[in-house]
């Protein structure tokens, strides 16, 4: 999906966000927006965005609204609690803040709302700060950098 006025580039490739064609917005001061324009293959049997898709949206979002404040570290999901309040259809972006961190946690919320304004999802995730290493039997490779990225490190 083409890049819209205001997006910024993704710190680095992630496969599956380029699948759904998330856009990033914002990522700063703890806090990051991403906005994803679902297409038909994104959407369930009842014509609106499929749940996984939702929470991938908020999955992506806290994830960057963590690392907004440690940027040479990658975060790892290690819980996430999704409410669903209505279908989600059309144009839709999410918003992501870090509530609280540690040296090696940090502790978010999200929501996503329509172009209308109306709050479809929210959720809290818990993340672990993570450097890639290199390990016996693991090819560690160039983190798949975005070209525009800047050299910036991972979300995982």
Request: one cysteine or more.
């Amino acid at each position: 999906m083409p890049s819209s006025v205001g997006d910024i580039p993704f710190a680095v490739r992630i496969p599956f966000v380029e699948l759904l064609g998330l856009r990033l917005r914002r990522w700063e001061d703890g806090e990051a927006e991403i906005a994803f324009d679902p297409a038909p293959q994104h959407l369930n049997s009842f014509d609106v965005v499929h749940g996984g898709a939702s929470m991938t949206l908020l999955d992506v979002a806290m994830a960057h609204a963590a690392r907004s404040v440690q940027r040479d570290m990658g975060v790892v999901t290690i819980e996430m609690k999704t409410t669903f309040m209505q279908a989600a259809k059309g144009p839709l972006l999410a918003r992501a803040r870090l509530l609280h961190r540690t040296a090696t946690m940090a502790f978010t919320e999200g929501d996503i709302r329509d172009a209308e304004g109306r709050l479809c999802a929210h959720a809290t995730g818990t993340f672990r700060y993570v450097r890639r290493l290199p390990a016996p039997g693991r090819d560690v490779h160039d983190l798949n950098r975005s070209a525009d990225a800047g050299g910036i490190a991972p979300t995982d």
